[in-house]
């Protein structure tokens, strides 16, 4: 059978939970897929983190703005959410 597409075009069209153990894995996984990829995850109720998003805060290697995204601006541009930025909320477009 022969694929469509190879498997790195289709893995760069799917998005991928932060929830890793380590920050080496989370900078891989992000030089792999990219930033934009990546959404924060949780395995509710099971608390493998105290604190949810620390991970992604003190993984070195990542600026602001990747940060922000993983942390829930690409989960609220998937969902159609108009995303706060900066403690401002951004108007939702009108259809």
């Known amino acids: 059978m022969q694929l469509k597409k190879q498997p790195p075009s289709t893995c760069a069209r799917m998005y ?25 995850g949780t395995d509710h109720p099971i608390p493998w983190q105290d604190k949810a998003v620390d991970h992604i805060l003190n993984a070195p290697g990542f ?11 690409t989960a609220a541009k998937l969902l159609g959410i108009a995303p706060y930025l900066r403690g401002v909320r951004q108007p939702v477009a009108s259809s």
């Open 63 to 73: 600026t602001d703005e990747e940060r922000r995204a993983m942390l829930g601006e």
């Open 16 to 40: 991928y939970d932060t929830l890793v153990f380590t920050s080496e894995a989370l900078r891989h996984l992000a030089a792999e897929v990219g930033v934009s990829q990546l959404v924060i």
